[in-house]
């Protein structure tokens, strides 16, 4: 492919190598949940207890992975109720076991039917990485069982096994819930916490740029279904609204391009306000997160009091602003009150899981439109790999022929970073699991009884470091099946080196792969930011549009923010993959892609500020302004496609045409003036160094009110 390096021997391989392998053996420091993983830990030693005292070995087998997957699967980043999860994990799981038993390992039909199943599931990462990371280890269950292939009988009543032990965590997050709605109390705090310190730093430097991701991360968590609005608390419904509504208006009240200069009791004020705004909101931040009253400071009450007009130094629209400050604050103060939920607001509604699934079908099979889509490759190279583990497992002399095909199967996702630090984490963690287990077995010699209590702490401690690091995660995962096998009487010399063999087998096939057949996210670098300008393209011209009749409704305004929002994270996120691939594209430097990032995430925070200073009286000139913005804005998304760097000759223009026909301060003319400047910043950035043209400057005299934060003292 043209502009990119890719050879395996080149040092953007043995770069991107030793990023990796450092990502997937590091533990990170993460808040752990040891209430939620006693319990449980509790559950899956009570299922193995009674299975191993009304039945045997194979049957506390079947039904403690079913527990132990089940359970998994409830840790999934997903705002999903975790019942939901565990029960569509223990539906799954359980048909993959009776086909596992029902086809067996010496069939040869096992192997066609390992693919299709393989596939489907590496297909389902299009749903989403919480359908992808339940459907994978249905894939696990498959290829253990059929080992031990049997009648129909004998299928139903493992898969039945399978299907009661994935219940239990279904019962248990039912009857003894851990914070049930904690996670989403803390993603809305800390949604909150993040406009806070906003707040603070702009008090600091009146043209910062704020992080969506905390809005992001909080409007997902927030969208609940009729029925978890009927039992939910209330104080989770309007908050976030008021936290969108209230970040415009604390950029447009700092920002000194809009009407309160830098020095002055003017600009003391606006301090003192922004100041007030972090307290009144860190306070709020911490009633939701401990469902109790909002306490505001006093001198935080006493700064939000609006003085008198003679008393006041603020000029008018700065005055405008910090009333709404002030309203919108107080609303916020009175959602979220856990004593006072009269005013709460409708809240954002989420289909339900039977509605999801067909348009997650809908995904899968759009899937095969796309030849070069991740997803799609991702399933081809799973199914390939696994199948392929699986056949060569099958000719060598060592038993155990699914591990290969299980470690291939667990490292591989569908991005190159998370499959190679995976690989080198799985490798990492069995070698040190395996080896302590080993070790214990082989000193203490345990018996059943013991063997199944140190699997349920292994599993204990998969529990609590499931968010800490890949590789430690599977040292404790390997010591679970040292301890499984140990229970079921298999010798240590007939498992434990198999296991290490075959799990280096499965991670550099799986390695290899992703070399032959890869899905680089840095050739679509250029189709991201073109989408991404794109859309600030469209949130600009809407708040445009907004000042030529007020009177429109929100909602194609909201519609264009949150697509900027989606649209900047597909760009950070592919920025991040592309950072660790072995490639280089020629046409999109590290540098002109650091450029392009700021000058587009002003952009977006200029569009803010045209939505905060909405006029008195309508602007119908504006119209003209947003509609060449919208046009100058597509313009440039195709030039970015086809590799070239946009003009904006047209939204020159209609800002000339403005300034012989309206006032040249207008917050619209004001505004879009300052977008030119981003725009042409943007094409500053994507210009060859020996093309740009020298001493480049902005068209606006308001630019240099708008530097980076970097460059700020």
């Known amino acids: 492919m043209p502009g990119i390096e890719d050879s395996p021997g080149s040092p953007h391989w043995l770069r991107a190598l030793k990023a990796t392998a450092r990502t997937g053996l590091r533990a990170e420091r993460r808040r752990l949940e040891p209430v939620r993983v006693l319990r449980d830990a509790a559950g899956l030693a009570a299922v193995m207890a009674v299975s191993l005292v009304l039945f045997d070995q194979a049957v506390a087998l079947s039904a403690g992975l079913g527990t132990f997957l089940g359970s998994i699967a409830t840790y999934q980043r997903s705002w999903r109720p975790s019942p939901v999860l565990a029960l569509a994990s223990g539906i799954s799981l359980a048909v993959a076991v009776f086909l596992g038993h029902l086809v067996g390992a010496e069939s040869p039909l096992f192997p066609l039917v390992l693919a299709v ?110 029925r978890e609005a009927r039992r939910g608390p209330a104080e989770l419904h309007g908050t976030l609204a008021l936290a969108e509504r209230l970040r415009p208006v604390l950029a447009a009240l700092a920002d000194p391009a809009l009407g309160v200069p830098e020095r002055g009791a003017a600009r003391d004020r606006i301090r003192e306000l922004l100041d007030a705004a972090g307290l009144a909101l860190d306070a709020a931040a911490r009633a939701v997160r401990q469902s109790g009253p909002v306490r505001v400071p006093p001198a935080a009450r006493s700064a939000l009091t609006t003085p008198d007009t003679a008393d006041d130094p603020l000029p008018g629209a ?85 591990w290969a095909p299980l470690a291939s199967l667990m490292v591989m996702r569908p991005e190159f970073s998370l499959t190679y630090s995976r690989a080198i984490g799985r490798v990492g963690g069995t070698l040190v699991g395996a080896a302590l287990a080993t070790g214990i077995v082989q000193l203490t010699h345990p018996g059943t009884a013991a063997c199944a209590i140190l699997t349920v702490i292994c599993a204990g401690l998969v529990y609590l470091f499931m968010y ?105 996120d592919a920025l991040a993959k592309a950072t660790f691939e072995p490639v280089r594209h020629r046409g999109l430097s590290d540098a002109a892609a650091d ?75 004001q505004g879009t003036g300052l977008a030119l400047d981003h725009l042409n910043d943007l094409s500053h950035a994507l210009t060859e160094p020996e093309k740009r043209p020298p001493g480049h400057k902005s068209h606006t005299p308001m630019a240099k009110l708008h530097k980076d934060e970097a460059e700020r003292p």
Do not use: K
């Not at 031990?148 to 009543?157: C, F, I, K, N, V």
């Not at 010399?493 to 890869?518: F, H, I, K």
């Not at 504006?622 to 998304?637: N, P, S």
């Open 117 to 226: 199943w393989t596939f489907l599931a590496g297909l389902s990462w299009a749903a989403g990485p919480t359908v992808g990371g339940i459907a994978t280890p249905t894939v696990a269950v498959m290829l253990v069982p059929a080992t031990l292939a049997g009648s129909l009988a004998h299928a139903t009543g493992q898969a039945a096994m399978t299907a009661l032990g994935g219940m239990v965590p279904v019962l248990l997050t039912l009857l003894l819930p851990v914070r049930r709605w904690g996670a989403r109390r803390d993603a809305l705090a800390d949604a909150l916490a993040s406009e806070a310190d906003y707040a603070r730093r702009l008090r600091e430097d009146p043209v910062a740029l704020n992080d969506p991701q905390p809005l992001m991360t909080a409007r997902l968590a927030v969208a609940v279904t009729p």
């Open 318 to 402: 700065a005055r405008r602003n910090a009333a709404r400050l002030v309203a919108l604050l107080t609303d916020l103060v009175e959602t979220t009150d856990s004593r006072h939920t009269a005013g709460a607001e409708e809240p954002l509604l989420r289909p339900a899981l039977h509605r999801r699934v067909p348009a997650a079908l809908r995904q899968m099979r759009d899937q095969f439109r796309r030849p070069a889509s991740p997803v799609l490759r991702h399933a081809i190279r799973l199914c390939a790999v696994v199948t392929l583990c699986y056949v060569i497992s099958a000719q060598l002399p060592l038993g155990h022929n699914y």
């Open 468 to 572: 800490s690091g890949y590789g430690l995660v599977l040292a404790c995962a390997s010591g679970y099946v040292v301890f499984l096998l140990a229970m079921a009487g298999e010798p240590w010399t007939q498992t434990v080196p198999d296991r290490v063999l075959l799990t280096v087998l499965g991670g550099a096939l799986a390695m290899a792969a992703y070399a032959l057949y890869p899905a680089w996210e840095t050739p679509a670098l250029h189709a991201r930011l073109a989408d991404w300008l794109d859309a600030a393209g469209r949130y600009a011209a809407a708040a445009l549009d907004h000042h030529a009749d007020p009177r429109r409704p929100p909602a194609e305004l909201t519609r264009a923010l949150l697509d900027v929002r989606t649209a900047w994270a597909a760009w950070r």
């Open 595 to 669: 450029e392009a990032t700021h000058a587009l995430r002003r952009l977006g925070r200029t569009a803010m500020l045209i939505e905060a200073q909405l006029p008195e009286h309508p602007v119908p000139a504006a119209a003209h302004l947003a509609e060449a913005l919208r046009i100058t804005t597509q313009q440039g998304r195709e030039a970015l496609l086809a590799h070239r760097v946009p003009q904006w000759q047209d939204l020159e223009q209609a800002l000339a045409a403005w300034d012989t026909e309206e006032p040249p301060d207008q917050p619209a003319r």
